[in-house]
């Protein structure tokens, strides 16, 4: 005896009966087969495996099968039997259809740590395992997240079935688990190859498609992803299921394709839901098309679909970044009125677009009803309110709120905090505070990432201070940002002191193809609306306005989208182009727009062609700036050749070149298109153009535009106000003048340096006009008779 003594469950008859079966035993073997059955679960649900010997224990096929089976035993005495009959190799070997058993007891019972060991243990036993088990086992490995274990159970389905025949539904378990692992490029190597290899006749399922798709959009595969959708879309026995198109129309719509993303919708619009409705509404909001979004909102709220808690978001989102403050406070009401509680990102989304449209004193009502309603603020809020502070001439509030949130809540900064602080130190001029600043950061462990060393590089540069380099470099120790931009610097310093290549001598960098008067071509003409396909109706339709965008197959493009400029993290890949946009910043800043010309001049010897629009704006301003019309009108020209798309900075320039060349009346043309095709103007753009009205003396258009902004819930900043008195008073309309300083003082609007030089300018003329008024005297004619 192994253990000191026999299976007192299993009798010596039915052990010997089972060992020696014969024709005329008492016990029929299926009987016998019942009992040890019995009497081995019985003993192991008691004891486990320490009371069975395996000389007395009779083991078959058809036993184990009946253990493994039975619902009243543990899966854990089961594997720990199963293992224990794997000891009596050679004797007995467990077959084929036992380790199916144990495998589907082991997914079920989530023991899938157990699979490895089990796979090698049955390729030692030369067993196969079926294509149900091998799909169960890999859709379970695939929900726990066991995505290596799911692909090593694949190789070894591909190297032990008979033939290397593996059924081809099971690659839609890889597809998934590949596609949730972030391996897109083996995930589409395996999807090319089942497609036109020698499985040609596979088909996948749409929830491996899906999964495959929305794994290309989030890592931004906007080639793959096409080429993707338009194989799918190739076969014939495929069709996409609702959530397969909702995907697809919301990735064409966030790379910008509107056209694509309307045209599935009008694919699918008998089965759109909920969510292809919030995906049309998300889309129409990133290409700045807030208005037909809002249409079709309500347009939503009738077609027997209810807005939920997404349709919100995306639309309170949408309206706040293209300062629709009006609307967004209407749909965040109506939000709240339906039972929808707003929560901590929403509520950044609204005080962040609160603070851009210049509403500082409803932005800090609604930071108090957020913590009255006990929504949880976070870092970024506090972010959103110190930025937005600064932004607002409310500096002394945004450092008494930072200085309290490091002392008391220290939680809530970050190392985004620290460096919005910097920037504004930087701007004041306060280049020793920003520095001290700095140290701290790097003191509390937070990153000083390259949106603070540029603010330092231009504070340093504006005060000529290069030689704090050193210092920044020694008080920042970890990682290696700080030591490669100084490198860079010295790189680009020696790059600009060498002599120009003869061979480009008096070649323009810029050539233009046009002037920039002629800048209404850029802008679609209203023949691309009524060149649309006509729109048949639909009587039916729950949703006439969503069906006519999806019909307009001509419409305008999105003139520019609603995405933001992201925090640089000093990324490998757009190092140097960032670096080049802050080094473009310091040149432009001091005004040497031929150091600026030789940067941007080596970066395209170099091959750098993924330049953003900041660098095209920036060298396009300074040139306006500068008077050279023509060179901007080329870099306008080379950034629409490297499909570099346009933004609201871009058009800012445009009104503002076009102001300085005296045309206020085409500046004032192309805001009025930008907003008939729905584009969304930001303060800039309003004091941009009012600036050039009022200068080309057309101040009843600049009084209407000033109103115009006010009525689109955009509060007038300080620079708002004072174009509005200069502008006026240069007129001689002295009570205009102080109507509108008056308007400021009660807006709570803090005048600057700016404005004390306006009304010094102001009080000037006002005491000419006194002074004319009070030395007025009546003179008589000398034939009067009275003076005789």
């Known amino acids: 005896m192994r253990h000191g003594r026999a299976s007192a469950a299993i009798s010596p008859t039915l052990s010997r009966h089972r060992q020696s079966p014969s024709k005329t035993s008492p016990f029929p073997q299926q009987l016998c087969d019942i009992l040890i059955t019995a009497s081995l679960s019985k003993t192991l649900s008691q004891s486990g495996t320490r009371n069975l010997d395996a000389n007395s224990t009779p083991i078959s096929e058809p036993i184990v099968l009946q253990i493994l089976r039975r619902n009243s035993l543990d899966p854990s005495k089961k594997l720990t039997f199963f293992r224990w009959c794997l000891s009596l190799r050679p004797v007995y070997k467990h077959s084929s259809s036992a380790y199916s058993q144990i495998l589907r007891t082991v997914c079920r019972a989530g023991l899938l740590g157990e699979v490895p060991d089990l796979l090698t243990s049955m390729k030692e036993d030369a067993a196969n395992l079926d294509q149900t088990t091998s799909k169960l086992l890999l859709d379970s490995l695939i929900r726990s997240g066991e995505y290596d274990s799911a692909l090593g159970v694949l190789d070894y389905m591909e190297e032990e079935l008979v033939g290397g025949c593996v059924n081809p539904t099971v690659y839609d378990s890889v597809l998934i688990a590949l596609a949730r692992k972030k391996e897109l490029r083996l995930a589409l190597s395996i999807f090319f190859k089942l497609l036109e290899g020698s499985l040609s006749y596979y088909l996948p399922g749409n929830l491996a498609a899906n999964e495959l798709l929305v794994g290309l959009r989030r890592g931004d595969m906007k080639e793959e992803f096409k080429t993707v959708f338009e194989k799918l879309k190739g076969m014939k026995r495929y069709r996409f299921d609702t959530c397969g198109y909702n995907i697809c129309i919301h990735g064409f719509g966030t790379w910008g394709d509107l056209e694509s993303a309307l045209s599935l919708f009008r694919e699918m619009k008998e089965s759109a839901d909920i969510c292809t409705y919030n995906s049309l509404i998300h889309v129409l909001c990133l290409g700045g098309r807030v208005r037909d979004a809002l249409v079709v ?76 309603e006990g929504v949880r603020a976070s870092c970024w809020t506090y972010n959103i309110l110190i930025d937005g502070l600064f932004r607002n001439g409310r500096a002394e509030a945004g450092f008494t709120l930072f200085c309290d949130l490091k002392k008391k809540k220290g939680q809530f900064v970050d190392g985004v905090t620290f460096s919005i602080v910097v920037l504004q130190l930087c701007r004041e001029g306060k280049v020793d505070g920003a520095v001290k600043l700095v140290e701290e950061m790097e003191a509390r462990g937070f990153s000083v990432d390259l949106v603070t060393i540029s603010s330092l590089l231009i504070g340093f540069h504006k005060q000529g201070r290069w030689d704090w380099k050193e210092k920044l470099m020694k008080h920042v120790r970890e990682g290696n940002l700080v030591p490669n931009v100084l490198r860079w610097n010295a790189g680009v310093e020696a790059s600009l002191k060498r002599p120009q290549g003869k061979d480009k001598d008096y070649t323009p960098m810029f050539p233009s193809k046009g002037s920039f008067l002629d800048i209404m071509s850029m802008v679609n003409s209203k023949e691309a609306e009524e060149e649309a396909s006509p729109l048949e109706d639909d009587p039916w339709s729950s949703s006439p306005y969503m069906d006519q965008l999806a019909h307009q197959v001509n419409q305008p493009k999105p003139l520019f989208a609603l995405a933001r400029g992201q925090r640089v993290e000093a990324k490998p ?117 009012i600036n050039a009205l009022g200068k080309a003396n057309r101040l009843d258009e600049a009084t209407r535009l000033f109103d115009h902004m006010k009525s689109n819930g955009i509060n007038p900043d300080v620079v708002s106000y004072n174009t509005m008195i200069e502008v006026n008073s240069k007129a001689g309309r002295l009570k205009e003048a102080y109507k509108y300083l008056k308007v400021m003082l009660d807006a709570n609007c803090l005048p600057n340096h700016v404005t004390d030089t306006i009304l010094d300018y102001l009080g000037k003329e006002m005491e000419k006009a006194r002074f004319k008024k009070a030395s007025f005297v009546r003179t008589k004619p000398n034939n009067d008779p009275s003076s005789s």
């Open 573 to 689: 890949d757009s190092f140097d182009v960032d670096m080049m946009n802050t080094f473009l910043s310091i040149y432009l800043s001091k005004g040497d727009l031929s150091l600026a010309c030789k940067l941007f001049e080596i970066f395209n010897d170099m091959g750098v062609t993924d330049l953003t629009s900041y660098t095209y704006n920036s060298m396009m301003s300074s040139f306006v700036k500068k008077g050279y019309y023509k060179t901007a009108r080329g870099v306008l020209d080379q950034m629409g050749d490297n499909f570099c798309a346009a933004d609201i900075a871009t058009y800012n320039v445009i009104i503002q070149g076009l102001g300085k060349m005296g045309r206020a009346d085409l500046a004032s043309a192309v805001l009025d298109r930008l907003t008939e095709q729905g584009g969304y103007l930001d303060i800039v753009m309003y004091n941009t153009l």
């Open 297 to 372: 909102w309500e347009e939503l709220r009738v077609s027997g679909h209810e807005p939920d808690n997404s349709t919100y978001r995306v639309l309170i989102q949408g309206c706040c970044k293209s300062y629709r403050m009006d609307d967004a406070m209407r749909v965040f009401g109506e939000m709240e009125y339906n039972g929808f509680v707003p929560d901590t990102v929403l509520y950044n989304s609204v005080l962040d677009g609160m603070f851009k449209a210049r509403k500082v004193v409803e932005a800090c009502e609604l930071f108090e009803k957020m913590v009255t």
